[in-house]
């Protein structure tokens, strides 16, 4: 009976043409067993690596990906940690920097760094006090508990990845950004001079906005947003809940004859221009138009304004007269609001009635003098009684609806 004893080197071995292991088949979904070529490419199951795994690029099925926090700042990689002599709370980091390669952290950044340790992570926050290019070293003090993020804060340790997004004095430095899976959210930040980001470090804010940067009653609370201190944009499109494009509407001030051929009004699938006009507010519906905004015009919409209907009549001689010596013209005038719309009315739509109590008398009357306009003139003849009022009454058009007033004598 023999017995098996594991193979043992005790020297190098070198598989010049690659190395097969178990049933080895190539394929990311169907593949068995692990193989490395002569060209060094490997592939197996999987890997487990104790300390950090370096690699110019990370891919995984052709997507780059990145898990927990991503810093598009200066920082880098821990490699070695010793406790400072000469403080409790100092630390010299030796820092794993390629030949050639310096050190990109100034004195007083900010620097937060994660590790996961025992299947958590910890996180270290402290203040550069100085940098030893030579070296390749930097000396870092730890931020007090208090001053610090959730309140606890812990040493660093090797092999923790660190960034910057802070400094205490340089203002220059004092910007960052970062993308956060655990947040949700691709954030801008800058001003920070201490450990804490408060809501007035936030600049930019993609995905879900912190709350304390949001009002009461907000309708965004957890749903994917943006958040800009500011915005210069030459173009803006809102589409409502059809996906069609919401118009800006633009104030454009008093009407003018000659901003309409010099500045066009516009109304077109970005913006529709309001003007004022004659104290009523219109609004564009024909790209480029050069007409006077109007009650009843074609190119604009009146949309705020008092366009209440109004009829007067004047009397050339005043509305007193001593019997049998009656003569006067009457002139009417309508009125949509203060706009004088007279002219706009149609001869025919104007009638004159007399109402003195003599029906036949008043009908004939109200026959020979239909048509004559917003104007009649009156002599002894038209009122033979000893009192009697004339109405008048126009049909306006726009709107279909008609307006009166009377005279009496």
Not at 100 to 107: A, F
Request: proline share 3%; net charge negative.
């Amino acid at each position: 009976m023999s017995r098996l004893y594991p193979d043992v080197a005790q020297g190098l071995i070198k598989f010049i043409e690659g190395i097969e292991l178990g049933k080895y088949v190539s394929g990311i979904e169907t593949g068995t067993g692990a193989a490395i070529d002569k060209e060094g490419n490997a592939e197996m199951t999987s890997l487990t690596l104790r300390s950090f795994l370096k690699v110019p690029t990370l891919i995984y099925n052709k997507v780059q990906v990145t898990g927990g926090e991503m810093w598009n700042t200066e920082g880098g990689t821990i490699a070695k940690v010793e406790p400072d002599a000469d403080s409790d709370t100092a630390f010299v980091l030796t820092m794993d920097i390629e030949d050639g390669d310096n050190i990109e952290l100034q004195v007083d950044d900010i620097c937060k760094g994660h590790y996961n340790k025992n299947g958590g992570f910890i996180t270290s926050y402290f203040r550069v006090v100085s940098v030893n290019q030579t070296a390749k070293t930097i000396r870092v003090v730890l931020g007090d508990n208090e001053a610090v993020p959730g309140g606890v804060n812990c040493a660093p340790t090797a092999y923790m990845n660190i960034a910057r997004y802070g400094n205490f004095t340089n203002e220059e430095r004092q910007q960052s950004q970062y993308f956060s899976s655990s947040e949700q959210r691709i954030s801008l930040l800058s001003g920070v001079d201490q450990y804490i980001i408060e809501p007035k470090h936030y600049k930019v804010v993609i995905g879900s906005v912190p709350e304390a940067l949001l009002p009461e009653n907000n309708p965004v609370s957890g749903r994917a947003s943006i958040y800009l201190d500011n915005v210069i944009a030459k173009n803006f499109f809102q589409i409502d809940k059809d996906n069609e494009i919401i118009r800006t509407v633009r104030d454009r001030g008093l009407w003018s004859a000659i901003d309409a051929v010099t500045n066009p009004y516009q109304c077109n699938a970005q913006y529709q221009d309001e003007v004022y006009h004659n104290s009523c507010k219109y609004r564009c519906i024909v790209e480029g138009t050069t007409a006077e905004p109007r009650y009843d015009s074609t190119d604009w919409l009146l949309v705020a304004g008092d366009t209440t209907l109004t009829l007067d009549i004047e009397s050339t001689d005043g509305e007193t007269f001593l019997v049998g010596q009656l003569s006067t013209t009457l002139t009417a005038k309508v009125k949509r609001g203060i706009t004088d719309i007279t002219a706009d009315i149609l001869v025919g739509d104007w009638s004159w009635t007399r109402e003195t109590g003599d029906v036949a008398s008043d009908t004939i009357w109200n026959t020979d003098h239909a048509g004559c306009g917003n104007s009649v003139t009156l002599t002894n003849e038209d009122l033979a009684a000893l009192s009697g009022r004339f109405i008048c009454t126009a049909y306006v058009r726009d709107g279909a609806e008609s307006v009166s007033a009377q005279v009496a004598f």
